[in-house]
Structure formats: structure tokens, C-alpha cells
């Protein structure tokens, strides 16, 4: 079937109007990359505030909730263990200590396997010189 040429000739006319009345493809393009790139401005920008944001707030919690202060006091104010005293005792000695009542004791093993009876010994002189 041929076409009928006044059909042909209508729709050239309509083709070539309708082409002449709206933007061209280039411009059509340049609008989508504008768009485009505002849209990556506006993305970056946004990333940029929020990480400020978190970079501010975090920064203000570690100033305000500093516990150095709190610890270097809790140091300076430990109480410190007092000195005791190691006396090392013969037989006569020792016995006498075993034969006290509610003498806490102990035997230790120690890592080279020799064995040691210990014994706490309470007294009134904490500062007697070791033996």
C-alpha cells in the first residue's frame, strides 16, 4: 500500500512545527546536567554540615566530661599499704608461734616446687628490721 501524499505532506508539517516549537536536544542536555550538578552540590554540602555536626558534639562531650582531673585525685589519694615485717624464726621459736591459738597458716608450693609454711604473725612493732 502506497501512502497517500497529502497524508505524507500533513505529517511533515506537523513533524517539522512541532520540532521548531520545543527546546532542543542540547538544551534539553544542559538543563539535566545543571539539575545534576545541583543536586551534588546540595548531597555535599549536606555531608559536610552533618560531619561538622557530629565533629562539634563530640568535641564538646570529651571537654566537658574530662575524667583525668577525677583520676590523678583518686591517685593522689589512695591509701598505701603499710610495711610488714619478715623475721625468719629457729625451731624453739616456731613452735612456740604453732602452739598460739587462731595462728592463720599457710603452705605454698612455689613454682620451683619447693614447698614453705607461712605463717601471719601480729605485732606490735611493724618496723623491726628483716632478718
Same mark, same amino acid.
Given at each position: ?6 497524508? +505524507?505532506?500533513?505529517? *511533515? ?13 542540547? +538544551?534539553? &542536555? ?13 548531597? @555535599? ?6 560531619? =561538622? ?8 562531650? =570529651? &571537654? @566537658? ?11 593522689? @589519694?589512695?591509701? @598505701? ?15 612456740? &608461734? ?7 597458716? +599457710? ?14 604473725? *601480729?605485732?606490735?612493732d611493724a618496723t623491726s628490721p628483716?632478718?
Open positions: 500500500m502506497k501512502p497517500d501524499p497529502d497524508h +505524507a505532506e500533513l505529517l *511533515h508539517e506537523l513533524l517539522d512545527e512541532s520540532a521548531a516549537s520545543g527546546p532542543s536536544a542540547n +538544551a534539553v &542536555l544542559n538543563l539535566v546536567r545543571a539539575e545534576k550538578a545541583r543536586r551534588r552540590q546540595r548531597r @555535599t554540602l549536606a555531608g559536610a554540615v552533618a560531619g =561538622l555536626a557530629v565533629l562539634g558534639l563530640s568535641a564538646v562531650l =570529651l &571537654l @566537658t566530661n574530662d575524667p583525668a582531673p577525677q583520676l590523678a585525685q583518686q591517685i593522689a @589519694t589512695a591509701p @598505701t599499704a603499710e610495711p610488714f615485717a619478715v623475721k625468719r624464726v629457729d625451731d624453739e621459736e616456731f613452735l612456740k &608461734l604453732l602452739a598460739q591459738q587462731d595462728q592463720p597458716v +599457710a603452705l605454698v608450693k612455689l613454682p620451683n616446687g619447693e614447698r614453705r609454711l607461712l605463717m601471719v604473725v *601480729h605485732q606490735a628483716v632478718d
